[in-house]
């Protein structure tokens, strides 16, 4: 099977590290794609930036559809997660979500850590339908520009909180793409299981493609028809003719 791991910020380490991140976790047999918008912000740490980079993302997974039986989006945020599973014919995986449900099956309560503000982080669990069992979210002074440069200082502030967090969490999702692979890496060294978004997302995709399970024909998540648009790329305009 062929997964496609789309970012969706420009920044073109963040998407070599959560292809790696899904290279390590994925099964013999599954073949991983990286993608990168042409258009949109370096980072998303903004709720603007966040809007911008959902059409770069949806441009960019357009032109993928058809080809991947999956796509997993490589963005904390989750960003346009409901609308790229209305526009792809595969299964589409948002990073934060995917770890979220899965520290569900781990515990009776977890906690997000992330870098810079939590609160967009509390909106997005309350989204998804988890805030009774998030137990909290927490987010360090750090930038994802940061934590790329000096990877080792960030990973020591991140298992610090997670030995913190241990106290109220049954386990804790990493929620942030620069921070792919770093589960891994303190995972010995931590008191809860950390839980890393690439990771969690490439097996609920290869397990959803395994169950070959078809695209809903009606509701809301039902594919676009008839639908029309000005200055889309031609991928994006097919998409949403139903083409």
């Not at 991140?21 to 599954?30: I, K, S």
């Not at 997993?72 to 979220?100: F, N, W």
């Not at 099956?105 to 609160?119: I, K």
């Not at 493609?209 to 639908?227: D, E, H, I, N």
């Amino acid at each position: 099977m062929r997964i496609l791991v789309v970012n969706a910020n420009t920044t073109l380490a963040i998407t070599e590290a959560c292809v790696l991140a899904a290279q390590a976790a994925a099964a013999p047999g599954t073949e991983i794609l990286g993608a990168t918008p042409e258009f949109g912000p370096s980072v998303i740490s903004t709720r603007a930036e966040n809007a911008i980079a959902a059409h770069a993302l949806l441009a960019t997974l357009a032109e993928h559809a058809g080809a991947v039986d999956a796509a997993i989006l490589a963005v904390s945020h989750d960003t346009a997660l409901d609308a790229a599973r209305q526009l792809m014919p595969c299964p589409v995986i948002g990073m934060t979500e995917a770890a979220c449900l899965t520290a569900c099956l781990l515990g009776g309560s977890f906690g997000v850590l992330t870098l810079g503000q939590a609160r967009p982080y509390e909106e997005l669990v309350a989204r998804h339908g988890l805030t009774a069992r998030c137990a909290e979210v927490v987010g360090l002074p750090l930038t994802p520009q940061q934590a790329i440069a000096n990877p080792d200082g960030a990973a020591g502030q991140v298992l610090a909180a997670a030995e913190a967090m241990a106290a109220r969490c049954d386990s804790v999702v990493l929620a942030g793409a620069a921070l792919a692979g770093m589960a891994v890496q303190l995972q010995d060294r931590s008191p809860v299981p950390l839980l890393d978004g690439i990771t969690c997302a490439v097996k609920l995709a290869e397990a959803l493609v395994a169950q070959r399970l078809p695209k809903p024909r009606t509701g809301s998540y039902a594919a676009p028809s008839g639908r029309t648009g000005i200055g889309l790329s031609p991928a994006l305009e097919r998409l949403l003719r139903g083409g």
